[in-house]
């Protein structure tokens, strides 16, 4: 196969890839997403995952990014297109970019029952992207791998969650459009709340780490629904200072999470 | 003393707000800062630091938002503006504002003597301004007050910086430019390292809450530099999944500064 070098915007494949870089239903709807640079490229090469097509920058790659692109397509049987900077740019989050990038494929929703006993992050209404992303890779080094998140969370599989999480995607299990009562239903350990409105104090409380875990995480400002609270066995804030309102929810995050990964360890 | 428009970009305080909201060295030089929206706007006005001028979006601005500013102008002593929206869009962080912003007067450094006992994060090279910002306010929440950072720390009074951490400067001492030599001879207490490359365990430490603290963070990417870890105490990893490679520097100083207060918490 040699290589299609691509110049005009109305080519198919180039349409294609400007709704996946900027629609959020488009993601969603064709089951694939883009991502970009060395970083998110080297892990979705070694992760088992599939690659539609390889995309490079004809005018400014890298050769460690074009070596890359080649590496990737090889592997997963894919084909490299040469864009030139003009389009290239338009599908690219970044903007010095070292100009790699490939359009994936999504894994299948495992089902129910395949997480029904794991460690589970579920996102409850988190709406930015960063912050998604954030709590992603925060639940994947935590040992949280099962990312469960509510309907009116952001759509986990953007391009932009996933430059915020840095490939964590790869490592985790995301499961989209889970109701409070669907995650009660399937969820068969502890499900616990961060609520900086009460409940009990994290690091006083006793125990809560032997059964399989579900954190609950809301959206700054809202905080966690009342949906989501009518299915908590447990609600903690975390002790913060009179002084100061709130902490950010990929702060909160991570004291929650490794929290519970510090009482396994320690038990 | 009547409200001025101002509705020429030639006009000197426009252009001396304008270098403000752009230029991070007009921050230092000027000693004054912006700080925009309703949250950082009620903070300041409850804190004790000086308001030099109140500005508002002559067209747009909300109710809430103008008595806001009057009453912020009444009990600093200060002026308001009303910009034309063209103008207040150029000095405005974000896109869709309630229209109220201020110009406020940096505090004056603390000498060095006010924070030897203190408890504190040190920033290393976190050039990153919304990373920057979350550790403030991160800090601030785990009482880790007094935030100092090295030379090549991002500036940490930038209108990006106090909006990433949502007005927690005002609960916190902020000591800029302090070198890691300086830092081991001003502060009395135990120096502790968050590196990813090794250490000890954070979790399965001995503790080490006893003494005022300083935790170092350094930059995602290049870690806490040779400089800072020469003046270490003790040098901590979080003990992460091994499949993943590293956490965000926000959520490593959320683990890290809330280790430590649970250790003091639960002793």
């Given at each position: 196969?040699?290589?299609?070098?691509?110049?005009?915007?109305?080519?198919?494949?180039?349409?294609?890839?400007?709704?996946?870089a900027?629609?959020t239903?488009a993601?969603?709807?064709?089951?694939?997403?883009?991502?970009?640079?060395i970083?998110?490229?080297?892990?979705?090469?070694?992760?088992?995952?599939?690659?539609?097509?390889?995309?490079?920058?004809?005018?400014?790659?890298?050769?460690?990014?074009?070596?890359?692109?080649?590496?990737?397509?090889?592997?997963?049987?894919?084909r490299?297109?040469?864009?030139?900077?003009?389009?290239?740019?338009?599908?690219?989050?970044?903007?010095?970019?070292?100009?790699?990038?490939?359009?994936m494929?999504?894994?299948e929703?495992?089902e129910?029952s395949?997480?029904?006993?794991?460690?589970?992050l579920?996102?409850?209404?988190?709406?930015?992207?960063?912050?998604?992303?954030?709590?992603?890779?925060?639940?994947?080094?935590?040992?949280?791998?099962?990312?469960a998140?509510?309907?009116?969370?952001?759509?986990?599989?953007?391009?932009?969650?996933?430059r915020?999480?840095?490939?964590?995607?790869?490592?985790?299990?995301?499961?989209?459009?889970?109701?409070?009562?669907?995650?009660?239903?399937?969820?068969?350990?502890?499900i616990?709340?961060?609520?900086?409105?009460?409940?009990?104090?994290?690091?006083?409380?006793?125990?809560?780490?032997?059964?399989?875990?579900?954190?609950?995480?809301?959206?700054?400002?809202?905080?966690?629904?009342?949906?989501?609270?009518?299915?908590t066995?447990?609600?903690?804030?975390?002790?913060?200072?009179?002084?100061?309102?709130?902490?950010?929810?990929?702060?909160?995050?991570?004291?929650?999470?490794?929290?519970?990964?510090r009482?396994?360890?320690?038990?």
């Amino acid at each position: 196969m040699s290589d299609v070098l691509i110049e005009s915007d109305a080519n198919a494949r180039f349409k294609r890839w400007k709704k996946l870089a900027e629609e959020t239903r488009a993601v969603k709807k064709e089951g694939a997403t883009l991502v970009e640079g060395i970083h998110l490229m080297e892990v979705v090469r070694d992760a088992d995952v599939d690659v539609a097509a390889v995309m490079i920058d004809d005018e400014r790659v890298t050769e460690e990014a074009e070596a890359l692109a080649y590496e990737t397509a090889d592997k997963k049987y894919a084909r490299v297109f040469r864009l030139t900077s003009a389009l290239y740019d338009r599908l690219s989050p970044v903007e010095h970019g070292v100009g790699v990038m490939a359009e994936m494929v999504l894994p299948e929703t495992p089902e129910a029952s395949r997480w029904a006993d794991a460690d589970v992050l579920y996102l409850d209404g988190v709406q930015d992207a960063g912050n998604a992303g954030t709590l992603i890779r925060t639940a994947v080094a935590a040992g949280f791998r099962v990312i469960a998140a509510s309907p009116k969370t952001a759509l986990l599989w953007t391009p932009k969650v996933m430059r915020a999480a840095m490939g964590a995607h790869m490592g985790a299990v995301i499961v989209e459009n889970v109701t409070a009562e669907a995650l009660r239903a399937n969820f068969k350990g502890t499900i616990l709340a961060a609520d900086a409105r009460g409940g009990e104090d994290l690091f006083a409380a006793d125990d809560y780490s032997r059964d399989s875990l579900c954190w609950i995480m809301g959206a700054e400002g809202p905080g966690v629904s009342e949906a989501a609270l009518a299915v908590t066995d447990r609600r903690f804030y975390i002790p913060i200072e009179a002084a100061c309102e709130s902490l950010n929810v990929g702060a909160a995050a991570a004291v929650c999470l490794f929290d519970a990964r510090r009482r396994r360890q320690c038990r």
